[in-house]
């Protein structure tokens, strides 16, 4: 699985809007939009926002495993 399609599946699973993660970002939702496409890069500090976010590790988010270990607690 690519980062694209982590972007999009933890999105659905979570019942979310692009629109919702797009205001956690501090974007547009057409710009997130473009993120789920692969038409622009995901930056290092949304990875990590998304990864608080979601509560999970940027493994998942990135395709590197599809195990969603949520993050230990700080």
């Given at each position: 699985?690519?980062?694209?399609?982590?972007?999009?599946?933890?999105?659905e699973?979570r019942?979310?809007y692009q629109?919702?993660?797009?205001?956690?970002?501090?974007?547009?939702?057409?710009?997130?939009?473009?993120?789920?496409k692969g038409?622009?890069?995901?930056?290092l500090?949304?990875?990590?926002?998304?990864c608080?976010?979601?509560?999970v590790?940027?493994d998942?988010?990135l395709?590197?495993?599809r195990?969603?270990?949520?993050?230990?607690?700080?």
């Open positions: 699985m690519q980062y694209t399609s982590a972007l999009k599946s933890i999105r699973d019942d979310l629109k919702d993660v797009a205001k956690v970002l501090g974007v547009s939702q057409q710009y997130y939009s473009q993120y789920e038409e622009n890069e995901l930056p500090r949304h990875l990590i926002t998304l608080k976010y979601y509560n590790s940027a998942y988010l395709g590197f495993t195990e969603r270990k949520e993050l230990p607690k700080e």
